[in-house]
């Protein structure tokens, strides 16, 4: 099993990245997928999830209505379009898979994401 993120990267305050993560080993048509980040001395924290049809979404109210999450089954990818981006959105950005929600087996190595203010 690996989630491969990609698409971190060094930003200016109001600017935009797309986040990739690759699933294999696993059948992720299966399985809810996640984005979690995580800042220095600070907890990893839950930003957004989309469901095994991709009907159905959430996020955290930080993020509302600057990121979405989207996912490609043909092509095993979960996405994270982050746009207006902000300084307080530095973090490493983790992706992760789970049977259902909130109980997330997979996870992925993490992507820096750094914006500058």
């Known amino acids: 099993v690996q989630l491969q993120a990609s698409g971190g990267g060094l930003v200016q305050a109001g600017g935009s990245l797309r986040l990739s993560c690759a699933a294999s080993?696993?059948?992720?048509?299966?399985?809810?997928m996640g984005w979690f980040r995580q800042t220095p001395g600070k907890q990893r924290e839950f930003v957004s999830q989309?469901?095994?049809?991709?009907?159905?979404?959430y996020y955290i109210d930080a993020v509302k209505g600057r990121f979405t999450i989207s996912r490609e089954d043909s092509k095993n990818t979960v996405y994270l379009q982050m746009n207006v981006l902000k300084p307080e959105d530095t973090a490493v950005y983790y992706c992760?898979?789970?049977?259902?929600?909130?109980?997330?087996?997979?996870w992925g190595q993490g992507t820096l994401v750094t914006v500058s203010s």
């Open positions: 992760a898979a789970g049977a259902s929600i909130g109980d997330y087996t997979y």
């Open positions: 989309i469901s095994r049809s991709g009907t159905e979404t």
């Open positions: 080993g696993f059948p992720m048509e299966d399985y809810f």
